[in-house]
């Protein structure tokens, strides 16, 4: 026993060391993972983002430098306050509160005391900041916008949430990332990738040395630049015309689906979510819950269609065989619905195709569509068939753009009848609305544009897209380089462009003509409705007008879609032949329209719905 | 004797396992104090290269050691002990304060601890008492004189303050028990920090409840033969419910919150977790570095010199006392078991050495050597790992210091030289 004792006691002492190394390092176990090893300090080397040019090349976004204002807390001496906070434009009771936020979150490490300042700001400091030990300046990359414009398009970039954190490993708290727009869109070709050094430290964090003598360091990839579709004149101009109105316009190149400009009212300033005033300047956009600035409207918003419509219309019916351009329809000032009677403001008589489309004939459209359900035995069948024909010109689904956003529109099925009225407990009276535009079919100006163009290009169109080219390479997407064909023949097109070009010349369109330019286009007038405190009021009419031009070799269709602005003609007409004008012909020769287009703005009438009185709508005084 | 020299009769396989864990200390040592791997590691501006210094003084000392006389030691053990004595004493006129503790005289080149040296000649003079022909171990005057050898040294070492010094010298216990000091003594030892552990966490009411069960126990399953005699029983429970209730008092006047707050981690004590996280991150500091960098080796480690907590400094104290814990990160749990397994078989072999041993002062001395030896790897490693308390005493042979490497290696070499003399001179 007692020769033992000792042996005894020494392998019960093995084994029970055995057993807690065990524990710790088999069960307990948790690799130090390069990224969570206290030991290994990750730092990064930002590459510069790349730039983004225009179709023509001219510059749109760059970079500017901005300087962070650092502070060591342990290693700031006292200074004279009071100057310091006059150089850096700030308060002393703020330089208090950062510096004892910097100090409760390391007197070792580096803290932002002020972030971003300018250039100018910076040029007064710089001399003076050796008198200020332990504080120093840091240079930061800043997005720099070469135009007042586009602010929808390009979007903005901001430091990553936590969503971004979860979702890809890439990011680290604290870092940049595009949010909206092609900054989003195209945030991986744009931002390149980062370097990284991994620096081993001790434990009170200071460094001593590369981790594995560097060997898995890598160093940073410069971000691409790329060239965007929009024409920067084109969105500049679009976006002054747009000045005091709400709505949305969409140019696209028919011949290949890129999109010239994408202009949503009211927009902002896109320096305005740049620097120090960022945070103050996005609460007040994005709280601005009326006029919503930060929702674009040219991609999000889906109002009914309106008159140009009809245009499709005519060629499903035309496709369908079920009228040729010169099959008639009576209108009696309006047409009959059962026995109730609905409105035409074209002026009445008989109506052929040509003078259906460029009066904007409501009777006519609504025989027209009648004819094209009637063709099958059953409104269910006629029904599949036409939403099949729309949903070719790219309406009632997403299109499948490049952009990081976008609303899908309606065609309404007779699925979704059945759902809104019940199982057969409608009829073709129900969907009478959509042979004209309003009722259920919804679209937004992108899709009412790329109809356009698809009518431009008698029959097919390009998947629009915002993205010309990367780098130098031409190679984008091939999807948005495959023709996509509606399913109706080329040859129907011919006499409904006919009635496009007629609205010009002779039709609802006439005060809009542009000397010189073969124009196509179609207006519209859009009843809508607001709910405001339960109430169900009837605003003034959405102003609605899609066109293309030249006809003959089109370079631009497009879409513009004004809020509130009475008839077609009054504001999107005279808008889009401003635009057609400015992109065709490079100058501007009513410049009296120019000049009332420039200034006229709706407010009074966005103001009526919440002046809380009494309001008459679809006034015509200017 | 035999014709063989002393090269013929050592043991050689006690040097191997010494040697080998000189070598993979030193290595330790070189990867945890390494900072500029373009110096020399002869360089003696560095720790490493100090400490191959220390090794090359140790082996001075072996062959020193190896050419004396093996009945020199015997014959003046007790010279040796007078003067360590003397040495822990004069330290407390002479002595030079390193880390709050005065346990060093200042030799110019280095600091020189004279408790090292003590633990040698209480170990000499340990064996010399009780391998005389006059003392017999069953007689209580004799047993407290070597008692009194004992604890003189840790009398003298605990105000330094250097109580981990102190606690080696209870090690030499195991001596007096391989030689037949009654074992029950080792027994009451056990009961009492059983008690004391047992009451500080779950308190003394059940302690009671469980030392009723235990009487019930004993009476129900007992044969009929056996006869349990009633009034030591009445008394032993007496006395440890006594014991159970004076623990709190003690635990929270005599013990200073410092104390209070290792036991409150090592016994799990603080309820509240969020506490114990503070306690472990703050008191438990060290511990807690050292568990982090052991655990985060895992079965292979991640190589020598890859240890980036080792590298990045993040355990106190990582080449002398938690040198174990730079071994746990680069060598994983393949490299920590290894070096148990070699200390396990290193204490095996010695006592396989010592109970060969024909001459009593030889067998007891090779005791004390296994004690000493064996109480600071066990304190040592439980400490690294986790397991006990903080108590800061290098790990024979691993650790940075020259003084310990020098004094363990004399303590081991004087037993295998008394060893290789065996059978010349057995009485």
């Given at each position: 026993m007692k020769k033992l004792l000792l042996s005894s006691i020494i392998v019960i002492i093995g084994f029970t060391f055995i057993g807690r190394l065990s524990y710790l390092q088999l069960f307990r176990f948790s690799p130090d993972q390069i990224l969570e090893d206290p030991a290994i300090k990750k730092i990064y080397d930002y590459p510069e983002r790349g730039y983004v040019y225009d179709r023509n090349g001219e510059l749109m976004v760059g970079n500017q430098p901005a300087y962070d204002v650092m502070v060591i807390p342990r290693e700031a001496k006292p200074l004279d306050t009071l100057e310091f906070c006059k150089l850096l434009k700030i308060d002393k009771a703020h330089f208090i509160s950062q510096m004892r936020k910097a100090r409760r979150y390391s007197p070792r490490l580096p803290s932002v005391l002020v972030p971003q300042l300018s250039k100018e700001d910076y040029a007064g400091l710089q001399e003076k900041m050796r008198h200020f030990e332990g504080f120093y300046i840091q240079k930061r990359s800043l997005r720099y916008y070469n135009t007042n414009s586009a602010a929808n398009v390009l979007g903005y970039i901001s430091e990553v949430n936590e969503h971004d954190l979860q979702n890809n490993p890439y990011y680290v708290a604290g870092e940049l990332k595009g949010h909206t727009g092609i900054e989003k869109q195209y945030e991986e070709l744009l931002r390149g990738r980062k370097g990284v050094k991994h620096i081993q430290k001790d434990r009170f964090n200071r460094d001593i040395g590369p981790y594995k003598d560097g060997k898995l360091d890598t160093l940073p990839e410069q971000g691409k630049e790329i060239h965007i579709t929009l024409d920067k004149t084109l969105q500049e101009y679009g976006e002054r015309l747009m000045h005091g109105k709400r709505g949305g316009i969409v140019a696209i190149e028919p011949k290949s689906g890129e999109i010239l400009a994408m202009i949503s009212g009211p927009t902002y300033d896109p320096a305005l979510l740049v620097g120090r005033e960022r945070s103050k300047n996005y609460s007040k956009l994005h709280y601005d819950t009326i006029s919503k600035p930060t929702w674009d409207r040219s991609i999000l918003a889906q109002p009914s269609p309106g008159s140009p419509f009809k245009t499709l219309n005519a060629l499903v019916a035309l496709q369908e065989g079920v009228i040729d351009p010169s099959t008639k329809f009576r209108c009696y000032n309006g047409f009959y619905v059962g026995s109730t009677k609905r409105g035409c403001h074209c002026g009445g008589g008989v109506r052929d195709m040509n003078s259906g489309i460029y009066q904007s004939c409501n009777a006519y459209f609504a025989g027209t569509f009648?004819?094209?359900?009637?063709?099958?035995?059953?409104?269910?069948?006629?029904?599949?068939?036409?939403?099949?024909?729309?949903?070719?010109?790219?309406?009632?689904?997403?299109?499948?753009?490049?952009?990081?956003?976008?609303?899908?529109?309606?065609?309404?099925?007779?699925?979704?009848?059945?759902?809104?009225?019940?199982?057969?407990?409608?009829?073709?009276?129900?969907?009478?609305?959509?042979?004209?535009?309003?009722?259920?079919?919804?679209?937004?100006?992108?899709?009412?544009?790329?109809?356009?163009?698809?009518?431009?290009?008698?029959?097919?169109?390009?998947?629009?897209?915002?993205?010309?080219?990367?780098?130098?390479?031409?190679?984008?997407?091939?999807?948005?380089?495959?023709?996509?064909?509606?399913?109706?023949?080329?040859?129907?097109?011919?006499?409904?462009?006919?009635?496009?070009?007629?609205?010009?010349?002779?039709?609802?369109?006439?005060?809009?003509?542009?000397?010189?330019?073969?124009?196509?286009?179609?207006?519209?007038t859009v009843e809508n409705f607001v709910r405001i405190d339960g109430e169900r009021m009837q605003l003034t009419d959405h102003s609605v007008f899609v066109a293309f031009a030249p006809i003959e070799n089109p370079k631009i269709a497009l879409a513009v879609y004004i809020e509130n602005g009475y008839y077609g003609s009054r504001y999107a007409g005279h808008i889009a032949s401003l635009l057609i004008e400015k992109y065709v012909k490079g100058e501007i020769t009513r410049k009296d329209l120019e000049k009332r287009m420039l200034e006229k703005t709706l407010e009074h009438e966005y103001a009526k719905p919440y002046s809380g009185e009494p309001f008459k709508i679809n006034e015509y005084v200017w | 004797m035999s014709g063989r020299g002393l090269f013929g009769r050592i043991d050689w396989l006690t040097i191997f396992l010494y040697a080998f864990l000189v070598f993979i200390g030193w290595l330790n040592i070189y990867s945890t104090t390494l900072s500029n791997p373009d110096v020399s590691i002869l360089d003696f501006s560095t720790l490493y290269g100090k400490q191959l210094f220390f090794i090359g003084l140790a082996f001075v000392g072996i062959i020193l050691v190896l050419s004396i006389e093996s009945s020199f030691f015997e014959r003046f053990a007790s010279i040796f002990y007078i003067a360590a004595i003397v040495l822990l004493i004069g330290l407390f006129l002479f002595g030079k304060t390193v880390a709050g503790a005065t346990s060093w005289y200042d030799l110019g080149f280095f600091n020189f601890q004279p408790s090292e040296l003590a633990k040698v000649a209480t170990a000499l003079a340990l064996a010399k008492y009780l391998s005389d022909i006059q003392t017999d171990i069953k007689n209580r005057k004799h047993q407290s004189y070597a008692l009194l050898i004992i604890l003189l040294p840790a009398i003298l070492i605990l105000p330094q303050p250097d109580p981990g010094s102190s606690l080696i010298y209870f090690s030499l216990f195991f001596v007096l028990f391989r030689e037949g000091f009654p074992l029950y003594y080792l027994g009451v030892l056990v009961v009492i920090v059983v008690l004391f552990a047992t009451t500080l966490m779950f308190g003394t009411v059940w302690i009671g409840i469980g030392l009723g069960v235990l009487i019930v126990l004993i009476f129900t399953f007992k044969r009929k033969s056996v006869k349990i005699p009633i009034l030591p029983l009445i008394v032993a429970i007496v006395t440890s419910m006594l014991f159970s209730l004076s623990v709190g008092f003690v635990y929270d006047n005599v013990f200073e919150q410092r104390h209070r707050n290792r036991f409150a981690l090592w016994l799990r004590l603080e309820k509240d977790e969020k506490k114990l996280e503070e306690i472990r991150k703050t008191i438990g500091y060290n511990t807690y570095q050292s568990e982090k960098a052991i655990e985060s080796g895992g079965f292979f480690g991640k190589g020598f010199l890859e240890g980036t907590r080792t590298k990045g400094d993040f355990v106190p104290e990582q080449h002398s006392d938690y040198i174990f814990s730079s071994v746990g990160e680069e060598w994983g749990f393949l490299g920590t078991v290894a070096v148990i397994l070699i200390f396990s078989v290193f204490f095996l072999r010695l006592i396989f050495i010592a109970e060969r041993q024909k001459n009593d002062f030889s067998r007891m001395y090779g005791y004390g050597v296994i004690s000493i030896l064996f109480i600071h790897y066990f304190v040592n490693i439980g400490m690294v790992i986790g397991l006990l308390p903080t108590i800061g005493i290098p790990l024979p042979f691993f650790s940075y210091g020259g003084s310990s490497l020098i004094f363990f290696t004399m303590l081991l070499f004087i037993f295998l030289k008394l060893d290789s003399n065996r059978l010349k001179d057995g009485i």
């Open positions: 009648r004819k094209i359900y009637g063709k099958y035995p059953t409104t269910d069948e006629g029904m599949d068939v036409w939403e099949k024909h729309m949903k070719s010109f790219g309406l009632g689904g997403y299109l499948g753009t490049d952009l990081p956003t976008g609303s899908p529109g309606r065609i309404p099925s007779k699925a979704y009848y059945d759902r809104a009225y019940g199982d057969n407990r409608w009829a073709s009276s129900f969907i009478i609305s959509n042979s004209i535009g309003q009722g259920e079919v919804a679209a937004t100006p992108l899709q009412l544009a790329n109809m356009t163009a698809a009518i431009a290009n008698r029959g097919y169109f390009y998947t629009p897209h915002i993205l010309k080219n990367i780098g130098n390479t031409g190679a984008i997407d091939p999807k948005f380089t495959e023709p996509r064909y509606t399913t109706i023949d080329r040859e129907h097109f011919e006499p409904v462009i006919k009635g496009m070009e007629n609205v010009y010349k002779y039709g609802t369109g006439r005060w809009v003509q542009i000397p010189g330019i073969n124009i196509a286009g179609k207006t519209g | -």
